[in-house]
Each structure stands twice: as C-alpha cells, then as structure tokens.
C-alpha cells in the first residue's frame, strides 16, 4: 500500500493550496480516507475525514469553512483544499487511509502517506 501526498509549498496569509493524496495498492473505495497535520514537538492532530463514497466529511474546528475534503474514487486520489491560509495552519500534512470508526484520532488510521509540509507566511 503506497498513500503519495503532493501539493505543499509556502503560501502567504490568506491564500490557497490544493494538497492530493494518491493511492495505490488497496481498494481505495473501502476505505475512509483522513487529513492530519503535524509541527515538531506537538501530536499528530486531526483535519478533516471523508466517507468511502465521498457522501460525508467531517473537520477540526480550526479548519471548518475553510478547508475542503474530497474524493475522487475513480482516481484514488483524496483532495485537501486549504483556503484563507493562516500561519498557524502551518505544519506537515500527512493522508491516511483506514477502514476503522473513530475517524477523529490518528491511531485509527493503517496506512499513511509521508507528508507534504505547509508553510504559510505572515
């Protein structure tokens, strides 16, 4: 099971990113797909989830309004766009895939991608 995320770069406040997660090697259909996000020293911390058919989602409180998750089942690819950037959204985003029910905590989670840093400059 390989998850590639893409898609990070340095954006200034206010601006936009579009991060993709790719999937390969699981039937990627069956499985809820996550967003989390991580800065040195602190926990890995929740963003965002989809359901297996794109039908439901759910978002950390910082993010709601902001962020949008996203599926694309016939590409096995999940989408984060990240709008109205601020600096304290600034971290490693990493995509994970698990077929589990507590889609808010990141030891649910089986497979993970290897991240893609966010920087977002004041």
């Known amino acids: 099971v390989q998850l590639q995320a893409s898609g990070g770069g340095l954006v200034q406040a206010g601006g936009s990113l579009r991060l993709s997660c790719a999937a390969s090697?699981?039937?990627?259909?069956?499985?809820?797909m996550g967003w989390f996000r991580q800065v040195p020293g602190k926990e890995r911390e929740f963003v965002a989830w989809?359901?297996?058919?794109?039908?439901?989602?759910d978002y950390a409180d910082s993010v709601k309004g902001r962020f949008t998750i996203s599926r694309d089942n016939a590409r096995n690819t999940v989408y984060l766009w990240m709008n109205i950037l601020k600096p304290e959204d600034s971290a490693v985003y990493y995509c994970a895939a698990t077929t589990g029910s507590n889609l808010l905590v990141f030891q649910t989670y089986r497979y993970w991608g290897q991240g893609t840093q966010v920087t977002v400059s004041s």
């Open positions: 090697g699981l039937t990627f259909s069956a499985y809820y």
């Open positions: 989809v359901s297996r058919n794109g039908g439901s989602s």
